[in-house]
């Protein structure tokens, strides 16, 4: 399931519903030329093994076609030592929602119900919620049913998550398998009192599931603070942490290995702490982020703090209105910048 042009392939076979695009790999320009007839613009091409929005274009049209997969195939060549291409039809602006599994060793799954994850720049995740404001229960035990079936099929063991791409009308298609923990998996964590971390290792010890599907009973978000300049295009702001006040209080989590001193290189991912919330409604939640958002000091970089800020009062944020395409228009505040 890391390759993701076998994944869908798979997950055809498991007959979990899939984007319509290519069967596997495309080899040549040629045949992707081909596919995209066959499948209609606008298409999206991917790396097969890629992740973090590297390897991805959306194309419009045929003549754009070409330089997207000439800068496609180099991008994910360079970032994953593998070039090989599949494509799909674009789904415009979809939801990204994704439904958290665990597999055992003797071929039983089930699912911890769905992470919204819609609010993206670039392909990356900025801020998760759970439950996803646009679900329903009727599509909440579809996809649920569907992660399972994909879970199942393969003989997955251990804990991982089934990433879907929902449109305006609730039509749900597999994107990819992450097979692994995942840096949102803590707001699942909070609202069913469930220990993924815990539950990993004891799947790989032999423990059996109960075949027990969990349904949220709180609200949760998380918003992934980087050390960006959320102001200047969101620039990388390496550099020494100089003060650092971590907000607490009831259900308030913070999830960090930084500390006032410490140097952030600019070597690897931005992402320095995961800010999570938790309440009995959306709207609590909401204000809690708020308050936990104003009381985060970090001093001697810059940080998305304020861009997060500021997200809490959008309203069509705060009204659960929001797809993959919410950040192409999002303006930063400058009033949202603290002292």
Request: negative net charge.
């Amino acid at each position: 399931m890391g390759d993701k042009a076998t994944a869908k392939k798979t997950m055809k076979e498991a007959g979990v519903p899939c984007v319509p695009g290519s069967d596997g790999i495309i080899d040549t320009f040629e045949q992707a030329i081909e596919v995209a007839k066959e499948t209609g613009f606008p298409v999206m091409l991917k790396a097969t093994a890629g992740g973090g929005g590297k390897g991805m274009r959306a194309v419009w049209k045929a003549e754009d076609l070409q330089k997207a997969w000439e800068s496609a195939v180099q991008e994910a060549t360079a970032a994953f030592g593998n070039g090989g291409m599949y494509m799909e039809k674009l789904i415009q602006e979809p939801r990204h929602i994704e439904i958290q599994i665990a597999g055992d060793q003797y071929g039983k799954a089930c699912h911890l119900s769905e992470r919204d994850c819609s609010v993206q720049r670039r392909h990356q995740k900025l801020a998760e919620e759970t439950p996803s404001p646009f679900m329903t229960y009727e599509l909440r035990l579809a996809m649920g049913e569907a992660a399972v079936k994909a879970a199942e099929y393969i003989a997955y063991e251990g804990v991982g998550t089934v990433e879907f791409l929902v449109d305006k009308d609730r039509n749900f298609y597999f994107m990819e398998m992450n097979t692994r923990i995942q840096v949102e998996h803590p707001i699942t964590e909070q609202v069913i009192d469930y220990d993924l971390i815990k539950e990993q290792i004891l799947l790989a010890a032999g423990d059996k599931l109960s075949g027990q599907n969990y349904f949220p009973k709180l609200h949760s978000i998380e918003c992934r603070i980087n050390a960006e300049d959320p102001y200047n295009d969101f620039r990388p702001s390496p550099g020494k942490i100089t003060t650092l006040n971590i907000p607490g209080g009831h259900g308030v989590r913070v999830d960090t290995h930084v500390y006032s001193g410490y140097v952030i290189p600019p070597y690897y991912d931005s992402m320095i702490a995961k800010l999570i919330v938790t309440a009995q409604t959306r709207t609590e939640a909401i204000a809690k982020m708020r308050r936990a958002l104003d009381e985060f000091y970090i001093e001697g970089i810059k940080t998305t703090v304020p861009f997060h800020r500021q997200l809490m009062d959008h309203p069509d944020f705060v009204a659960g209105n929001y797809t993959t395409k919410f950040m192409e228009d999002f303006q930063m505040d400058p009033s949202y910048l603290k002292d």
